[in-house]
């Protein structure tokens, strides 16, 4: 055996563990606020943030520990508290800007809560329908797609159908069925 193929393959699959974990602590965040307390009120100790967010300090520890070791929060040495830089926050924090996508972390979170299922549908080739998957799932395509929607529906996407902003502008009229969440 290629001893070099296996160390590119367990690098490969190192990296993909540690993505699933940033990913899920990325969702962890997101449920409890802790990005969006980092963006309204600043840098924070782990202290500072429990008493903002009423979570426990000691599990914020290693949260903000490994957000930092990801590169989405910033610590700093001098005085201990963890930063939350504005470029991070547009993607973790924001749901108005179109880069948000912790959306996506729900997504992830609502996939590994049908492995079991997932794994009987490959036995038995039954499928699952899409109505049936995890709740987080539907929340966390919502949230993952709507800022790009807002963002870009009426001011690029409409344009470019031929035809398509004159005939809206002229009092055409859009049946949107089945396409947002609820």
Do not use: K
């Not at 001011?155 to 902003?165: D, I, M, R």
């Amino acid at each position: 055996m290629n001893t070099e193929l296996i160390e590119q393959n367990v690098h490969r699959l190192l990296g993909a563990m540690t993505g699933a974990a940033t990913t899920a602590m990325v969702a962890v965040g997101d449920q409890l606020g802790l990005f969006r307390a980092l963006a309204d009120g600043g840098p924070a100790t782990q202290d500072e943030l429990a008493a903002r967010t009423g979570t426990a300090a000691r599990y914020l520890r290693e949260w903000l520990s490994q957000q930092a070791a990801a590169g989405f929060l910033a610590y700093r040495e001098g005085d201990g508290r963890y930063a939350l830089p504005a470029e991070a926050a547009a993607v973790l924090a924001d749901e108005a800007s179109p880069a948000f996508l912790a959306g996506g972390a729900t997504i992830t979170r609502g996939w590994f809560a049908g492995i079991d299922r997932l794994a009987e549908a490959f036995r038995t080739g039954a499928g699952i329908p899409w109505h049936e998957q995890d709740p987080a799932v539907f929340e966390g395509t919502e949230r993952f797609f709507r800022p790009g929607y807002t963002a870009s529906l009426t001011t690029e996407w409409v344009p470019a159908l031929p035809g398509v902003a004159d005939r809206l502008a002229a009092g055409g009229r859009v049946a949107d069925v089945g396409c947002g969440h609820g």
